[in-house]
């Protein structure tokens, strides 16, 4: 009774700090929180490889990270 609890309660535990891809594209919006979001994609990856997603949401990825590195650059906008 013991194991079958303590199976249960690690299923639960693992489904709920489990990342969607709904919650890495929600997390990439803030540009405080993209590198966060780049670890949680990879994350991702390794535990759902054969996602058809993942292509997408790492394009999507990429380019607010290429932004964010150009943005960063220009001088004007250091204020």
Known sequence: MKKILVL???IIT???FSMTIDDIRN???MPNTLN???VEFVKFI???P???SIGILGEILSAKNFFMKIIK???F???
């Open 8 to 10: 249960i309660t690690l």
């Open 14 to 16: 693992i489904m709920s």
């Open 27 to 29: 997390l990439s919006k």
């Open 36 to 38: 966060q979001a780049w």
């Open 46 to 48: 390794a535990e759902n």
């Open 50 to 52: 054969n996602n058809p």
């Open 73 to 75: 650059m220009l001088p």
């Open 77 to 79: 906008l250091n204020h």
